[in-house]
């Protein structure tokens, strides 16, 4: 059916430009430009105007062979009588079946959110407040993952976020609060919406207290940042929910954290999310589908599958910065979830790229034609290559 | 239903075009899809800015004059068919196709990869690769890192070695004879377009 869409990156600028000059007498070493020299940047360029693995990111994960869902299916070609009978069962199934029982579930769930939080806002700050919250979450948050068809599996429990730390993980959509929330109770970060999100953010925050930021404040670095310390500090409050990534990723491959979640100090917990691709594809394309669209489409996959690890807490060391230690984390959540681990920023979906970036090729070509002995620069971005 | 199909029947003069540019038809469905996801605004045309938004072209040292090359002079947009042909030049060259020399030269042949690639230098199509032409691609992949008299000293020495007739500036000929042993294929095709 399907042929995968990733290809060979090809050989580093280094190795390229090598085989380019390798019928001249001289060796690198000695420098100099050759004509063909070009060739690289412009067949880099081309490869780049056909595909380019950054914007790869920001599409679905493509399948080996075909799950049966239209939405999956890139290159149909008519195969059989028979599949297409199956696969009409199957749109049956799913949109007449399973779609209705699944909006049934989520508006209870959703309905019961609003209605218990308010009820238990109204009690006095007590232990038992707290403990009737966050079982009035946890229900809620079941119910709206048995409205998915969610299948959790939940790993490593033992290293479960604690009250006053943070929780990190990486982003796919929406739904990640969701199955987070279905093991445990977080306090949720975000800006404060209108409409419908509107009423469910301000009756969450009766029972207990979630992070909601007015648009204008997300502007200031720095209120988010020691609102957010003021939330750790309270060793009582429940562990905060942040994903640093800014923006959902396809689920093949884990890109920058933004270091501002990692400067507010305390114990991170990192998370790996890793959803089944086969079932249904949970990788929130903001920019094709809004909410709505994307709800549906995930009410009428298969199943939700998806498999979660809880990393060991992870604290900045000394001399460390936000930055590195950012990376430090990213890494050791694409490790888990068997992620490409790419340094590449994921606002580049939206936001222009940095100049750096192609200084950084200017100095590595520079280096080749005037024959340095700074060949110590690093490719401008590392990926690992193993792939799953 | 079909995917294929449907976009297929989308195109225009899909017959005309795999003819052309020797593209499968597999390809040229995958080209559209590309050309649609860059054609943000759904014009059917793609401009210099709708290339501009890769991010890995944006930060390509030559990344403008790439753009530049499937604008023709004047032109402002381009539309699926050209932005198909121009991507054939960069096929890999079919290893099996008999060389016919009654049949006209296949648009992604050495010759024609070596065209383009003297087209980026040589900007304003005279012909000839001048000084100052070379002068601004070494600035473009060179920038900062190097001064201006290491910039004029590297064009002086390569027009010295490539210019055979002595009038200071590389021709196609001159330039194609100092290229003779690059692989150009292997070097100037796009790999996974096979």
Not at chain 1, 126 to 153: D, F, P
Not at chain 1, 207 to 220: A, L, Q
Not at chain 2, 14 to 41: C, M, N, S, W
Not at chain 2, 132 to 159: G, H, P
Request: positive net charge; glycine residues 6%.
């Amino acid at each position: 059916f399907l042929t995968p869409l990733y290809f060979m990156e090809g050989g580093s600028m280094e190795q390229e430009m090598g085989e380019l000059r390798r019928y001249r007498t001289q060796s690198i070493s000695r420098g100099e430009f050759s004509l063909s020299d070009s060739f690289y940047f412009y067949i880099k360029g081309l490869e780049s105007i056909v595909d380019d693995q950054v914007t790869q990111r920001f599409s679905s994960e493509e399948l080996v062979s075909w799950n049966l869902l239209t939405r999956t299916n890139h290159n149909f070609h008519y195969i059989s009588l028979r599949l297409t009978i199956i696969w009409g069962l199957g749109v049956i199934i799913r949109y007449c079946v399973l779609f209705p029982l699944r909006i049934t579930l989520a508006i209870i769930g959703l309905t019961w959110l609003v209605i218990g939080t308010t009820l238990v806002g109204f009690l006095p700050n007590h232990r038992l407040k707290n403990w009737l919250s966050e079982l009035v979450h946890l229900m809620c948050y079941r119910i709206c993952a048995r409205g998915l068809s969610a299948t959790i599996q939940y790993h490593n429990k033992e290293n479960k976020p604690q009250k006053g730390g943070i929780c990190v993980a990486n982003h796919t959509s929406p739904i990640d609060i969701v199955i987070l929330a279905n093991d445990g109770c977080y306090a949720m970060v975000g800006q404060s919406h209108g409409g419908l999100m509107g009423v469910i953010q301000r009756s969450m925050v009766r029972s207990c207290p979630h992070v909601w930021f007015e648009r204008s404040e997300m502007r200031d670095r720095n209120a988010v940042t020691s609102r957010l310390r003021a939330h750790v500090a309270a060793k009582t409050n429940l562990p905060i929910l942040i994903f640093p990534e800014g923006t959902c990723i396809n689920n093949t491959s884990v890109m920058m954290f933004k270091k501002g979640s990692f400067e507010i100090g305390g114990t991170i917990y990192p998370v790996a999310i890793k959803y089944d691709p086969r079932f249904g594809d949970a990788f929130w394309n903001s920019a094709k589908y809004n909410m709505v669209n994307y709800l549906l489409r995930m009410m009428t996959s298969w199943a939700i599958v998806v498999n979660v690890w809880y990393l060991p807490p992870m604290t900045r060391r000394e001399g460390e910065d936000a930055a590195q230690f950012a990376n430090r984390v990213k890494s050791a959540i694409a490790h888990q979830g068997g992620l490409l681990d790419m340094a590449w920023d994921g606002s580049l979906k939206r936001a222009k790229v940095k100049e750096e970036f192609k200084e950084q090729q200017q100095k590595m070509y520079s280096s080749m034609v005037m024959g340095k002995k700074g060949r110590n620069s690093q490719e401008p971005h590392t990926e690992s290559t193993r792939r799953q | 239903m079909g995917s294929t199909n449907s976009t297929l029947s989308k195109i225009p003069n899909v017959e005309e075009l795999v003819q052309e540019t020797g593209f499968t038809p597999a390809h040229i469905v995958r080209l559209y899809d590309r050309f649609e996801a860059l054609d943000k605004e759904k014009t059917g045309h793609l401009r210099p800015q709708d290339f501009g938004a890769i991010n890995r072209l944006a930060i390509n040292p030559i990344g403008d004059r790439i753009i530049g090359a499937f604008f023709s002079p004047g032109q402002e947009t381009v539309d699926f068919h050209s932005f198909v042909r121009i991507l054939a030049h960069f096929r890999p060259a079919d290893k099996k196709r008999p060389k016919d020399p009654s049949m006209p030269e296949p648009v992604n042949s050495r010759t024609s990869k070596l065209k383009f690639a003297f087209q980026l230098y040589d900007q304003d199509k005279d012909g000839k690769i001048s000084r100052a032409e070379l002068l601004q691609v070494l600035r473009s992949m060179l920038e900062m890192q190097v001064t201006e008299e290491q910039l004029e000293s590297i064009a002086d020495r390569t027009i010295q070695e490539a210019d055979l007739d002595t009038d200071d500036a590389i021709s196609f000929e001159e330039f194609r004879k100092s290229l003779e042993k690059v692989n150009i294929d292997h070097k100037m095709s796009i790999r996974f377009l096979r």
